[in-house]
């Protein structure tokens, strides 16, 4: 069975403290995806990357940045947290052929205060 | 779930009746359109996709209609049970994207079952 997990469900972190998102997948997938969901607003992409090394900014980049040093690893990095950064975050995979067929993690719910 | 303060557009189905939820998009240049369906305190998941050269396709209890005259999708779920409750996204990729270029989510419709 595919599985994408990440590394917290729930996560509290104060304003301006560096935060850490960790995503693994098992499915050696060359794609990786983090988003963020919103009431309302659906998911919107963050930054994704297709391979080693590799990124791309997503629609919504700014006080986000990710590393992919391992291809099963794909981490999401808030260097200073702020409050409107409360939300969802949802990593997901996908096969380099298959971007539209995405596996979603459970999810981290981050709240800052 | 994190349904609070959730705006979303909500479909209430009677148990063993169909379900149709659409979807419109805006992008005439999108050539791949995928559903996904979330349940409360889960990530998405994959449910059907179409290709911008078909109009229909079907899969186990549920089908897609593809419109692209009126840039309308729809999802219909056959003999609809309390396990499809959760909200529905449907999602599309425009063309001329590399294979790993992002694909672009809808806000969602929430489906609820009456027994």
């Known amino acids: 069975d595919v599985k994408v997990t990440q590394s917290s469900r729930y996560l509290v972190k104060r304003t301006g403290e560096k935060v850490f998102l960790e995503c693994v997948q098992d499915m050696d997938h060359e794609n990786m995806f983090w988003y963020r969901q919103d009431p309302g607003l659906g998911l919107r992409l963050i930054y994704f990357?297709?391979?080693?090394?590799?990124?791309e900014k997503g629609d919504i980049p700014e006080g986000y940045s990710v590393s992919r040093e391992k291809k099963e690893r794909f981490s999401l990095i808030l260097e200073s947290a702020s409050t409107n950064q409360t939300s969802m975050y949802l990593c997901?995979?996908?096969?380099?052929?298959?971007?539209?067929?995405?596996?979603f993690g459970p999810g981290t719910r981050l709240t800052v205060t | 779930g994190e349904s609070v303060g959730l705006h979303l557009p909500t479909l209430s189905v009677q148990e063993g009746d169909n379900s149709i939820i659409n979807c419109a998009y805006s992008?005439?240049?999108?050539?791949?359109f995928i559903w996904y369906k979330q349940e409360s305190g889960k990530g998405p998941q994959f449910i059907i996709d179409?290709?911008?050269?078909?109009d229909k396709r079907q899969g186990q209890r549920v089908t897609v209609l593809l419109n692209k005259t009126v840039k309308h999708l729809s999802l219909q779920i056959a003999a609809t049970q309390p396990g499809d409750s959760a909200v529905y996204f449907c999602a599309e990729k425009a063309k001329g994207y590399s294979s790993a270029s992002k694909i672009i989510f809808g806000s969602g419709t929430r489906l609820s079952i009456r027994p």
């Open positions: 179409i290709r911008s050269n078909m």
């Open positions: 990357s297709y391979d080693v090394k590799m990124k």
């Open positions: 992008n005439s240049a999108s050539d791949y």
């Open positions: 997901a995979s996908s096969s380099r052929q298959g971007v539209g067929e995405q596996y």
